[in-house]
């Protein structure tokens, strides 16, 4: 893979990184932090292998879910994606 769409996508994870560790979340926290934000009603059980996953995962509760603004900075890196795909 190379060239503008190897470029582009690559622009995209790392803006779509930027936004789930903000706040000094870990990559693992902002999606777990994704995932409550879809619902108000549910909270995210992951799964886990080891002392330090399930930590790192009980800290995500102390950032909360996405704020409103930053599940719409995820939806638009993602609608940019859908758009370069067709």
Same mark, same amino acid.
């Given at each position: 893979?190379?060239?503008? +769409?190897?470029?582009?996508?690559?622009r995209q994870?790392e803006a779509?990184?930027?936004v789930?560790?903000?706040?000094?979340?870990?990559l %693992?926290?902002?999606?777990?932090?994704? #995932?409550?934000?879809?619902?108000?009603?549910?909270?995210?059980? +992951?799964g886990?292998?080891?002392?330090?996953q %399930?930590?790192? #995962?009980a800290?995500?509760?102390q950032?909360? +879910?996405?704020?409103?603004?930053? %599940?719409?900075?995820?939806n638009?890196?993602?609608?940019?994606?859908?758009?370069?795909e067709?």
């Amino acid at each position: 893979m190379s060239g503008e +769409p190897y470029t582009t996508a690559f622009r995209q994870i790392e803006a779509l990184k930027e936004v789930l560790t903000s706040g000094g979340r870990s990559l %693992v926290q902002g999606c777990l932090a994704w #995932n409550w934000a879809q619902s108000d009603r549910t909270i995210p059980i +992951p799964g886990f292998r080891s002392e330090k996953q %399930v930590r790192e #995962n009980a800290e995500a509760m102390q950032f909360g +879910p996405l704020t409103t603004e930053q %599940v719409a900075d995820v939806n638009r890196i993602f609608d940019e994606t859908q758009k370069e795909e067709t």
